[in-house]
């Protein structure tokens, strides 16, 4: 059977910019692009106007401990809540910024060793994923790294970068768990567990 999400030939010669203009900056960026794109029925649509929100290009890693089945995760508190009025202290997995020239591969070490405390041994691909297509431009590269978590857990983070991190190691059936019953609401951080769920057979 002929695989039936087999994607559209696209290229940037399909996408007409009209204009693109910064029209707000901060801790990351908000551009305004007023577009035309072809159609699926080979026509162009009409013209289009989306702002897209941007502070960079991230890494996800979820380190993971073979010998103890279990993963480390960290708690901060994000501004996400803010708009709808409630304090989120969220659970995720470990995150960073990539900055120019950098590898994903050497972010997520250096995260881990930033946020958790923990050094990544081999490091195992899960996806590269846009967090939130609609409107915000963030990049992601998501991975699970294998690490000693027998000694890993405290208060973690830069103070430069307002950093207030308390990593937890817990058994992978209970982060899964927790993606059930709503202690774990980070989208990232459920894809990297739920793949962790199904792949961790293969993980020696």
């Known amino acids: 059977m002929e695989p039936r999400l087999t994607p559209t030939p696209r290229s940037l010669a399909d996408i007409e910019i009209k204009t693109r ?4 900056r ?7 692009f007023v577009f035309r794109h072809k159609r699926f ?30 993963v480390v995760l960290i708690e901060q508190f994000r501004t996400c809540g803010l ?8 659970f995720e997995a470990v995150a960073g910024i990539r900055e120019e020239g950098e590898a994903p591969e050497d972010v ?4 881990a060793v930033e946020e958790a405390g923990c050094q990544i041994g081999r490091l ?9 297509p609609g409107g915000y431009g963030e990049r992601a590269s998501l991975f699970v790294g294998e690490a000693d978590l027998s000694s890993v857990g405290g208060i973690h983070g830069l103070a430069h970068e307002h950093e207030d991190i308390r990593a937890v190691v817990v058994p992978l059936a ?31």
């Open 108 to 111: 997520a070490r250096r995260e």
């Open 41 to 70: 029925d080979g026509g162009w649509s009409d013209e289009v106007t989306r702002d897209v929100y941007t502070i960079a290009e991230v890494v996800n890693v979820l380190p993971y401990d073979p010998k103890l089945g279990a």
């Open 83 to 90: 708009v709808w009025g409630e304090a989120t202290w969220l």
């Open 124 to 132: 195992h691909p899960v996806s590269t994923v846009w967090s939130s």
């Open 21 to 24: 203009e910064i029209v707000g």
């Open 174 to 204: 209970e982060a899964y768990q927790a993606t059930k019953d709503g202690r774990i609401t980070d989208t990232k951080t459920i894809l990297l567990i739920q793949w962790l769920v199904m792949n961790s057979k293969d993980i020696a």
């Open 26 to 32: 901060g801790w990351g960026r908000i551009e305004r």
